[in-house]
């Protein structure tokens, strides 16, 4: 089969287009070929060399996420059969024509979708009902501030929390960004390039604060957040990408009884995972398959494109997700 492999850490031009084994699925296991890919952040980061895939994915293949056909199952999978259209969660080697996944991390292509629009789903909902809905408990009625509201990640949480009742604030780098999140759901966004969100957030919540924040920032964020967070407020951290180091005043943390927490989702295991898929089909499919929640798409790239789309990946002048593309 062709792949998509990191022939090297380092910039993008160290995605290479070979021949790779096709893999052969475990008992629990299913075979897809893939139609398409979607890129994300950590695939970016493992390229650079600084996150290593667990020991049982592939080592040089990344992607997390794909959308295709099955063309065949393990011996104990009970779930799905040859034929069938599924978008998968994955640890990895999601970049080539054949990808293996855990039966219970599959999910129904929604049939008013593309497969290309279906690739871009697994990693940003899973990633956030496991952090905004598990860890932070947003109830309807709450409030939500997403930091990074275009991104992948932003796109989602805007559209699935505002769907189950909740208001939400974004920040995000350039006006049309912020009137782009808005158009999707946002109660507001908020330029960061221009505005200081603490502030804002001060303002546009009366002094109270917000319920929940789901960052992806880190670093000097954390002050910020802190001050936006209301009494009983839940921080969950899902990257650091101003860094890992921040100043915490466990006054305010003490004060508003502050929750602080976060996770990563590629280390965690096939049950954990597939709990979530099962709660996404029950919750969220139903709203995807309506069309009251839609993927965001802003290119996608054929398979042999992958170093472009990376440069677009870093560059974040993308609005929503960015997919790589096998077959039609």
Same mark, same amino acid.
């Given at each position: 089969m062709n792949a998509i492999i990191i022939s090297q850490p380092g910039a993008p031009n160290v995605l290479q287009l070979t021949e790779r084994p096709q893999p052969t699925p475990k008992q629990n296991e299913v075979l897809i070929k893939v139609a398409a890919a979607g890129i994300n952040r950590p695939d970016v980061a493992q390229r650079k060399g600084v996150y290593p895939p667990p020991p049982d994915a592939p080592q040089d293949i990344p992607g997390l996420e794909v959308a295709g056909t099955i063309t065949a199952v393990g011996t104990a999978v009970t779930q799905w059969q040859t034929g069938d259209q599924v978008c998968a969660l994955v640890s990895g080697g999601g970049y080539a024509e054949y990808c293996t996944a855990p039966e219970g991390q599959c999910l129904p292509v929604p049939g008013n979708l593309s497969m290309a629009e279906a690739a871009s789903l697994p990693e940003t909902f899973f990633t956030v009902w496991s952090n905004v809905f598990n860890r932070g408990q947003l109830q309807p009625g709450e409030t939500l501030l997403v930091h990074g509201g275009s991104s992948g990640i932003g796109v989602?949480?805007?559209?699935?929390?505002?769907?189950?009742?909740?208001? &939400?604030?974004?920040?995000?780098?350039? =006006?049309?960004?912020?009137?782009?999140?808005?158009? @999707?759901?946002?109660?507001?966004?908020? +330029?960061? $390039?221009?505005?200081?969100?603490?502030? /804002?957030?001060?303002? @546009?919540?009366?002094?109270?604060?917000? +319920?929940?924040? #789901?960052?992806?920032?880190?670093? %000097?964020?954390?002050?910020?957040? #802190? /001050?936006?967070?209301? /009494?009983?407020? !839940? @921080? &969950?951290?899902?990257?650091?990408?101003?860094? $890992? %180091?921040? /100043? &915490? =005043?466990?006054?305010?943390?003490? !004060?508003? !009884? #502050?929750?602080?927490?976060?996770?990563? @989702?590629?280390p965690r295991n096939t049950a954990f995972k597939s709990?979530?898929?099962?709660?996404?089909q029950q919750h969220i499919w139903p709203l995807i398959e309506s069309g009251k929640i839609k993927p965001v798409i802003h290119e996608i790239f054929a398979a042999d494109q992958a170093a472009k789309a990376h440069e677009l990946m870093e560059s974040s002048t993308h609005i929503g997700k960015i997919v790589l593309q096998f077959s039609v």
């Open positions: 989602t949480a805007i559209q699935v929390a505002a769907a189950l009742g909740s208001k &939400v604030y974004v920040t995000a780098g350039s =006006d049309d960004k912020c009137q782009f999140c808005e158009q @999707l759901g946002a109660a507001k966004a908020i +330029n960061y $390039k221009t505005q200081n969100f603490a502030d /804002e957030m001060k303002h @546009l919540t009366n002094g109270k604060g917000v +319920n929940v924040i #789901l960052d992806m920032i880190g670093g %000097d964020y954390t002050t910020g957040n #802190l /001050e936006s967070l209301a /009494e009983d407020g !839940r @921080l &969950v951290m899902i990257n650091t990408m101003n860094g $890992k %180091d921040a /100043e &915490v =005043d466990l006054s305010v943390v003490m !004060r508003k !009884r #502050l929750t602080i927490t976060g996770s990563t @989702l590629r709990a979530i898929a099962k709660s996404l």
